[in-house]
């Protein structure tokens, strides 16, 4: 009885810290709709300057009361102001692009604030102080509890029931509120929408900066927080409803709860099967998300999402002549590679390729289907573990495993596109978030069969395909290959098909098409592509790991094709070979490349909204189909 | 001959009886309107037969098979064309292609993967756009036309499948006088000369009354009329429910 009554506390004091960060993301969502990235970052940050400002405030005998909340106090009041400022420099500017844009731009944010903490406070975890007065445990049914994980479930607590009286009993709380159900009558009605929006991104990123603030006694601050917080909180968010705060609130407390007793149990028997549940808490909260998601299709306590802004999508065109020869020549030149550069360009490019297929195959779903996916790593990874497991555990030979490779992240992208496809817009992106993150965890945790956290080493080609040029020329041919198929797919009828639906889906129904069959099968045609180019990857370096399918890569797949644009299918070429080119090069010369790429980002956002390639188009006017 | 055939329909929401015991028929070559002030239970008729809203009770046939519990994509293949009030089309596409979606959906080629749209169905196209007096926009992409023409593209992709039945949700809403005339003029046209059955919603009296061969009059989600425009324009119920009953 005692411990179930401490396992409960212990979920209360993470739904308390869930809630503060979902808060504030689903107030920004709700008012901007704006999917902000950079909401983990500006928690990430929270802890640092929580950690700095304590040590700036305390003795050598550390922190006294007032120096310990003084600190969490300013983190909090430090990152409303960058939120704020985010707000007013960038995000102001970009309210009318489309949404992904908003979303790149956000996330050309992380980057840079990622390698501001990198400058300000190293590379290394810092370890906060603990909170003064609050060190110890207090007894409950006779079970010692942390003293400060009480006063955290009080905090917590107090921030719902000020938020809700801030949304429910002041006027700026029913601006708020009007703004998240209609936000162009909002506008109509005469309320100054640009300081309603700065003020909702200044309190919800003051949220974030609190929730990390008030972490430092229980975790140490460090780098790697910003993604797998954002994670969390887009979890949060997505179940409880975007733009409600009490669904959050309910959400955070079902996830936390649920991992808080699947740690307490731990080792589970059923019928002669040992289930290790703490080690489910990597993948719990995207369990139930999937569940509420195909049960709830708008969250726990979220309402349906109004008609959501069309942008008249791509319309690709067959080839024209000076195109099509412009092309053959970038073709030849390719294969000619292998003679006149040298072997470090050769892998270089065989990289470019890879993520060029990699790229296009997320096009194919976010262009022409209009389904934005946030966990398209998962496909890629599925056919590079898919190769390196066909020849180590089941003895393909190397080219047979390549080839096969594909129907592995085939039948992955099946089974999650099954699901996704019954949803739409940011809840269907969520959703191929939390399956790839399963497919992650999965890889990550099964030992002995994927090699956890180490991957698989030796995966190399077949003795004739050894030499790099040798290998260049099969990821040459495999990934022009699929580019040219994927491409080709987009003119056909079902291509055609697939526009129709992101176009109108009411008219889809009425002239029989049947939408949710066309979409699913796009899953798996993406998903085949991606799991071509894992295959490719897998036997190019010689070795995986489970980063082939974490949230990163896939997160680098959107900016690949964001940045080249998502209007037409050289678009993620062009933004795969110019991000792969950037990370090599300008990672070599600096410690800062991610701020560099970020900054790139945001400016390329700011001066081509619609994208590279969208841009030389519209400049330009129609002169073929680049 | 009876194309569509509604008996004893109806529909509550909550506590609404939104329709009540409906019953009409329209025959090949027809065109029905269905009139009433709002919250007649117009749409909520319309919407059952199409497929939208499922019926609390009551039947809806189309050609002789029941069609109630069925989606819009199985009505659609048993031969029937709509149009909706707020055009539904797909923007990203030209004029041309779009009615070659509703050609190849037709056709039962959607599931290919290697030819190119352009070259298929292109001539079946171009017909309906000449018939519908768009063939000078068929290059056009769909995000750039007038709402009129808009109307037109939807017409002429109601028309692909060869429909039986043509439903119309306000098809002149949002267009100017003159426009409304010609275009409701033209489906009348068309309904004749291929004798289809067509059934319409409409707010502009004066499109319902020189164009529609019979009319349904609700009220209150119950049928008050229902007769050629003639004979509707002198009954006293209706006059009673479009100008205030006279005490």
């Known amino acids: ?109 992380v980057l840079v604030l990622k390698d501001f903490a990198l400058w300000v406070w ?92 008030l972490q430092i006694p229980r975790e140490p601050a460090q780098l790697l927080l910003d993604l797998s917080v954002i994670a969390d909180a887009f979890v949060v968010v997505v179940v409880g409803g975007m733009g409600s705060v009490p669904g959050a609130a309910l959400a955070a407390l079902i996830i936390a709860e649920i991992k808080s007793f699947c740690v307490g149990i731990g080792q589970l028997d059923v019928l002669g099967f040992t289930v290790s549940l703490p080690k489910l808490t990597l993948v719990v909260e995207f369990i139930v998300m999937a569940i509420v998601l195909v049960a709830r299709p708008w969250g726990l306590l979220g309402r349906a999402p109004g008609p959501q802004r069309v942008f008249a999508g791509g319309h690709e065109q067959p080839l024209q002549p000076a195109v099509r020869s ?37 096009h194919f779903l976010m262009g022409p289907a209009g389904m934005a996916s946030f966990g398209h790593a998962a496909y890629f990874g599925l056919g590079a573990y898919g190769a390196a497991l066909l020849v180590k555990a089941a003895g393909f030979p190397m080219e047979t495993a390549l080839l096969s490779a594909p129907f592995v992240a085939a039948a992955g992208a099946a089974l999650f596109g099954w699901f996704c496809v019954r949803l739409s817009g940011v809840y269907l992106a969520m959703l191929t978030l939390a399956f790839a993150q399963i497919a992650w965890s999965v890889v990550f945790q099964w030992d002995t069969f994927t090699g956890g956290s180490n991957g698989i080493v ?147 956002v700011l001066l081509f909204p619609q994208g590279i390639v969208g841009f030389i188009r519209q400049r330009f006017g129609r002169s073929g189909s680049l | 001959m009876n194309i569509l055939s509604v008996s004893a329909l109806s529909k509550s929401f909550g506590g609404v009886q939104a329709v009540r015991a409906v019953s009409f028929n329209v025959e090949a070559g027809q065109l029905l309107a269905i009139i009433g002030p709002n919250g007649a239970g117009k749409s909520t008729c319309f919407n059952m037969v199409n497929g939208q809203i499922r019926p609390d009770s009551g039947s809806v046939t189309i050609g002789g098979v029941e069609v109630s519990g ?50 298929l169905y292109r001539e079946e196209a171009d017909e309906l756009l000449r018939r519908l007096g768009m063939s000078e926009q068929a290059h056009r992409q769909c995000a750039l036309l007038a709402y009129g023409d808009l109307k037109r593209v939807e017409l002429a992709m109601a028309l692909a499948n060869r429909p039986r039945l043509l439903l119309m949700d306000e098809p002149t809403a949002g267009m100017a006088a003159a426009e409304r005339i010609e275009l409701m003029a033209l489906t009348a046209e068309i309904v004749r000369e291929r004798r289809i059955a067509a059934l319409f919603t409409e707010h502009d009296m004066d499109v319902v009354f020189a164009h529609a061969d019979r009319i349904v009059v609700l009220n209150r989600g119950l049928l008050i009329a229902e007769g050629s425009p003639e004979d509707v324009r002198v009954d006293a119920q209706v006059r009673d429910v479009y100008l205030g009953s006279r005490r």
């Open chain 1, 326 to 362: 412009a092309l053959l020549a970038i073709l030849a030149l390719l294969a000619a590679v292998p003679f006149i550069a040298n072997g470090y360009t050769v892998v270089l490019l065989i990289d470019i390729l890879v993520f060029a297929l990699f790229a296009a195959s997320l």
């Open chain 1, 122 to 213: 190293g590379p290394e975890d810092l370890l906060g102080p603990r909170a003064p007065g609050l060190q110890g445990s207090v007894a409950i049914l006779g079970q010692a509890f942390p003293t400060y994980d009480l006063v955290l479930i009080a905090i917590g607590a107090s921030v719902l029931c000020a938020l809700w009286l801030l949304l429910r009993r002041t006027r700026w709380g029913m601006l708020v509120r009007a703004a998240t159900q209609d936000r162009e009558m909002v506008g109509a009605l005469g309320v100054n929408q640009k300081w309603l929006f700065t003020a909702v991104f200044a309190l919800g990123s003051a949220l974030a900066g609190l929730g990390g603030a």
């Open chain 1, 458 to 604: 030796g995966v190399w080609p077949s003795p004739w395909l050894a030499s790099g040029s040798a290998y260049y020329y099969v990821a040459l041919t495999l990934c022009g290959c699929g580019i040219w198929l994927l491409r080709r797919i987009v003119l056909s009828p079902y291509g055609f098909a697939l526009r129709a639906g992101r176009d109108s889906p009411l008219r889809c129904d009425a002239i029989g098409i049947d939408l949710v069959r066309m979409q699913w099968v796009a899953f798996i045609v993406a998903g085949t592509c991606a799991g071509l180019a894992g295959a490719i990857y897998a036997f190019s370096k010689g070795s995986i790991s489970p980063e082939t399918l974490s949230i990163p890569l896939s997160v680098d797949g959107l900016v690949m094709v964001l940045l080249g644009g998502v209007q037409t299918a050289s678009g993620p070429v062009v933004g795969a070979a110019l991000f792969t080119w950037l990370q090599d090069t300008v990672a070599r010369n600096t410690d800062y490349w991610r701020a560099l790429l970020g900054g790139i980002i945001i400016a390329l």
């Open chain 2, 70 to 119: 069925k989606t819009p994509r199985e009505i659609w293949r048993l031969g029937v064309g709509r149009t909706f009030q707020i055009t539904a089309t797909f923007a990203s596409m030209t004029v041309r292609e779009n009615v070659q979606m509703a050609l190849l959906s037709y056709h039962h080629r959607l599931a290919s993967w290697w030819p190119r749209v352009m070259n």
């Open chain 1, 1 to 109: 009885m005692s411990s179930i009554v401490i396992q409960f506390l212990n979920g209360l004091a993470g739904a308390s810290a869930l809630f503060l960060v979902a808060a504030g993301l689903s107030l920004i969502f709700g008012v901007t709709r704006i999917v902000n990235f950079a909401h983990g970052s500006l928690y990430m940050l929270g802890i640092y300057i929580a950690y700095s400002a304590i040590g700036w405030a305390s003795g050598s005998d550390g922190p006294g009361p007032m120096g310990f909340w003084g600190g969490v106090l300013v983190s909090a009041i430090a990152v409303g102001a960058t939120g704020a400022l985010t707000e007013m420099l960038l995000l102001r500017r970009i309210y009318g692009a489309p949404e992904l844009f908003q979303l790149l731009a956000t996330f050309g944010v």
